[in-house]
Antibody
Framework: QVQLQESGPGLVKPSETLSLTCSVS??????????WGWIRQPPGKGLEWIGH???????SYNPSLKSRVTMSLDTSKDQFSLRVTSVTAADTAIYYC??????????????WGQGTLVTVSS | EIVLTQSPGTLSLSPGERATLSCRAS???????LAWYQQKPGQAPRLLIY???HRATGNPDRFSGSGSGTDFTLSISRLEPEDFAVYYC?????????FGQGTKVEIK
């Protein structure tokens, strides 16, 4: 059974860069069978897709964040990462990493990390 | 961008009753790539349904999905106490992938 775990600072200052890592156990980020995604949820609000990354390193980002977001893979550690630059209070949210199954029928976000709260504040 | 509108915002029902949740898309989800998630307080969302009507592994058969085009439905045949939660629909037909705003199913 695959497990995902987010890690990173819980507090980031405005205008700085938010960096999170998702560690995958029980699976491989270099498998062609999966995509690896990030979703966020402001406290008490709904879900927002940030983007996802393929095993090849190809990425797809939400246009609302595209200019500030970078995702990457570390296949040697079975990890993938998220960077969001120039953060503001509007980026305060619970950040989730999740897996997408890229099979005959695409199956989105079947496994999630527990989520990590990132607060943007000085 | 496909905007998903869920209704109602809140559904007040008793255990044992049937729940019907709606998700309407601003344009056709032509591939039927529409999913439903359940989220309980303090927990990550859990995938219930994908490809409109396929139940994800481990979910009870009282959960079912249907629909096509712009109108989709999640049905819960008989509410169990553990089903009271917030439900989100999500389309993954076109980028950006988008979520509805959620429907809260609460105990009446």
């Amino acid at each position: 059974q695959v497990q995902l775990q987010e890690s990173g600072p819980g507090l980031v200052k405005p205008s700085e860069t938010l960096s999170l890592t998702c560690s995958v156990s029980g699976g491989s980020v270099s498998s062609a069978s999966y995509l690896w995604g990030w979703i966020r949820q402001p406290p008490g609000k709904g879900l927002e897709w940030i983007g996802h990354i393929y095993y090849s390193g190809r990425t797809s980002y939400n246009p609302s964040l595209k200019s500030r977001v970078t995702m990457s893979l570390d296949t040697s550690k079975d990890q993938f990462s998220l960077r969001v630059t120039s953060v503001t209070a509007a980026d305060t949210a619970i950040y989730y990493c999740a897996r997408v199954v890229a099979g005959y029928e695409l199956m989105p976000f079947d496994n999630w990390g527990q989520g990590t709260l990132v607060t943007v504040s000085s | 961008e496909i905007v998903l509108t869920q209704s109602p915002g809140t559904l007040s029902l008793s255990p044992g009753e049937r729940a019907t949740l709606s998700c309407r898309a601003s344009q056709s989800v032509s591939s039927n790539y529409l999913a439903w998630y359940q989220q309980k307080p303090g927990q990550a969302p859990r995938l219930l349904i994908y490809y409109t009507s396929h139940r994800a592994t481990g979910n009870p058969d009282r959960f079912s999905g249907s629909g096509s085009g712009t109108d989709f439905t999640l049905s819960i045949s008989r509410l169990e106490p553990e089903d009271f939660a917030v439900y989100y629909c999500q389309q993954y037909d076109s980028s950006p992938w988008t979520f509805g705003q959620g429907t809260k199913v609460e105990i009446k």
